[in-house]
């Protein structure tokens, strides 16, 4: 890696504390103020121990017997046993503080049993809906989702977070600026030590911050908590020799087509697009191409699933609103288009291991050049030859460009604003247009490029023309749709959106769950974007801030959405490195902003930072899967 002196000389951080050890000390800071925070929830506001009600009517004397299950895997606890009396009476019992369900067996003989009424956890009533039955000649009653009852009040969250954060203050008495603007500065992030240290401190923080979930989940419980936070969906395998060889060697021949690439000469786009499908294709078949290709199109959730049972696509989308709910887990959230795109893919052709490589090759290609033409709006072209680069290396792009909609839900998220900025006003609008509909057509998530497209042009061009134009024609097609087929889009998304949220807004119904899903959902986009993009990332929005302002504009305008889409609630299960892979050219263009001969980034650093950027990416393919 490359040790050059930067072009630029930035002051050194007051004090005496390397930035690496002041960056910790801040993530120190933010993971003792969670820890105390979960602690005072705990004290203040929960009990010790559950109270059980349930009122019961039998005909003969019996025995109740109550038995909690403990922890994430459910393990029975100690029985508590009670006589069942004839007549209606109210039976308690006591649970443990860590229960996630009990079981009420009636030892009694079924006929005896006349009513099983009002039931009850630490005072709050199961409807006789959320309560399952098993073995009715048994008589067992089955109370689950106890942690749910134990949502502390949002007011309750927020004088703990208050309480933790001024006693934890002290430990960050640090110049965050200074230490981050050193740590970010491309000589030091690049060589050796740096990129070490770079990882060591991701890796500690991640640990810390799954620590602090953990924590949480024990003293005060009821959140969503994945084994290995913030990545929702991994299962770890162990990588045969096949797979390392590789990747080795996938590497090899990426660095060298990146060299030439980076060079910037005639061939260099067409090299770069090629260099993308490979990649992707490549990588996700390292551990195989049935299980790398197949295997995450034909999960038992997929939309594949569902669009081989579609036999007649007019009537599937006239009477979508009507059957939504009972499609598969994914599609019953997404609008007909990502049950439609695969039945025709499938049609087309066949086998899902061909689906995937001709959607993972047009995706790759797609997003690389829309990536390209979209920096070449504010950059010159070798940057843009970066930025497509680097976007095509990142891990969340190579590990769900293939098998995944949500790779081709990012192509087309990206068309949108590409087609906007277009000087040709056919492409600006009719493009803009057609891409906005393809989009919801696709995803609700294109909501998102709604406050994007207004943004960006009130803020660098003082005028909405071109957003009311492309909002105004979209909402025209959907209505065009709704005459022609009957699929009403507004009543689709109300029904997903329900789905979602059955109980209301979760900051109000759950909020120890909505913070640290809220965390989740934040960390595992920086974890699938690497250490080095990221602090680049923020090290580039200071150079954009004067030297590109419109592309400062956009990504901080597409970033603060994608915030403010988190503070609503959106993606209640993370899994947002792939739900939100629409985010990840808003995080290398503002590093591209650094590249150049003069920059901060000159071309052998751009290539250190592609190859690093690789490197973590074949790390993580061989290390697990990523899909349901």
Known sequence: MSTSEPAEADPPPRGRRAPVRSLLLIA???????????????????????????????????????????????????????????????????LPFD???????????????????????????????????????????????????????????ALCLLLAGAAVLGLARVRATAAIARATRPAELLSVRGALAAVALVAVVVVALATCADV????????????????????????????????????????LAARHILRGGRSAL??????????????????GVERGLAVPLSEPSSYLRDAIEVRDPASFLASYTDHQLQLRTHSRTHPPGAVLVHHALHRMLGDPIWIAAVLGVAVAIALAWLVYGLARRFLERQQALFAALLAAS????????????????????????????????????????????????????????????????LLARRSLRTAAIVVAGTAAVLALLYLASG??????????????????????????????????????????????????????????????????????VASLTLLAMFLTGSFKTGE???????????????????????????RDRQLDVVCLVMAQTLVMQVAGDYFW
């Open 28 to 94: 120190l800071a933010l993971v003792a103020a969670l820890v105390l925070h979960a602690v005072l929830v705990r004290v203040l506001f929960l009990p010790d121990r559950l109270a059980l009600e349930i009122e019961i009517e039998t005909r003969e004397h019996g025995l109740l017997r109550a038995t909690p299950h403990i922890g994430r895997g459910y393990f029975p606890g100690d029985a508590r046993d009670q006589p069942l009396r004839p007549g209606r009476r109210v039976y308690r019992a006591e």
């Open 99 to 157: 229960a996630r369900a009990v079981k009420i067996q009636l030892l009694v003989a079924p006929a005896a049993i006349q009513e099983i009424g009002r039931a009850s956890v630490a005072g709050r009533v199961f409807e006789r809906g959320s309560r399952t039955r098993k073995d009715e000649s048994r008589s067992v009653v089955v109370l689950d989702k106890l942690p749910a009852l134990m949502a502390v009040p949002a007011w309750g969250h």
């Open 216 to 255: 949480y989940g024990i003293l005060v419980r009821g959140i969503d908590n994945p084994p290995f936070w913030p990545v929702s969906i991994f299962d770890p395998v162990v990588p045969g020799g096949e797979a390392l060889l590789g990747a080795g060697l996938l590497f090899v021949g990426f660095a």
């Open 270 to 287: 067409p090299v770069l697009l090629a260099v993308a499908a490979a990649s992707a294709l490549a990588s996700n078949a390292l551990g």
């Open 394 to 457: 990142l891990p969340a792009v190579q590990i769900y460009a293939v098998s995944s909609l949500d790779a081709l839900v990012c192509v087309l998220f990206t068309a949108v604003i590409y087609c906007a900025l277009h000087p040709d006003p056919r492409i600006r609008y009719g493009g803009g247009v057609l891409s906005l509909s393809a989009a919801l057509f696709l995803s609700f998530g294109a909501l998102f490029l709604v406050p994007v497209l207004v943004g960006y042009e």
């Open 487 to 556: 699929f009403d889009w507004v009543e689709s998304f109300r029904i997903a959106s329900r789905r979602e949220n059955p109980a209301g807004f979760r900051l109000l119904v759950n909020p120890g769950d909505y913070l640290f899903t809220r965390l989740e959902c934040a960390v595992e986009i920086l974890l699938f974007a690497g250490p080095f993009v990221v602090a680049l990332w923020l090290r580039g929005l200071g150079v954009a801030r004067e030297a590109a302002r419109p592309l400062w504009l956009l990504a901080v």
């Open 576 to 602: 947002t490195a792939r739900a939100c892979l629409f985010i990840c050219p808003y995080l290398v263009l503002p590093v591209a902003a650094l590249a150049g001969d003069e920059g901060a980034l000159d």
